[in-house]
């Protein structure tokens, strides 16, 4: 009876030591700061953009599935000038916070740095920021490439 209890025991700590040993395997080092949900193809805060005006889709996600907004931003010595947000909601609801957000969003904006944007909720609206910080992303990085 010892043997196969000896044999249960040895089996389990070896699986418990394989386990942690895989789980360890995966994770990354961590250096102590939070990377959050940071977007490394983003350029960097300070960087100098061509004026001009810039247009870009940005996605998201809502309860009714895929949503998407075309941004049209106009910057001046990196400072956006003049914005556009055309949604395409389907559902009456995505339709309706997509025109709250639009309605909204040029408050939040104008005025500002573009690299101090970082929309989270307009008017209510805080699903459709999402796909607006994606296409202000994507205007940067075009920003800087011309």
Known sequence: MRNLTDNKTAVALFAGVTLV????ACSSPSTGT???TADVNAPDAGA???D???TESGDYTSPNGAEKVDVTLTLESNTVTDVTVVGYGENPNSIQFQGEFIDGIADEVVGKNIDE???DKVAGSSLTSGGFNKAVDAIKA???AE
């Open 21 to 24: 040993g895989a789980l360890s």
């Open 34 to 36: 939070d990377s959050g």
């Open 48 to 50: 100098d953009y061509t």
């Open 52 to 54: 001009g005006t810039y």
């Open 117 to 119: 944007l970082s929309v």
């Open 142 to 144: 075009d920003a800087l």
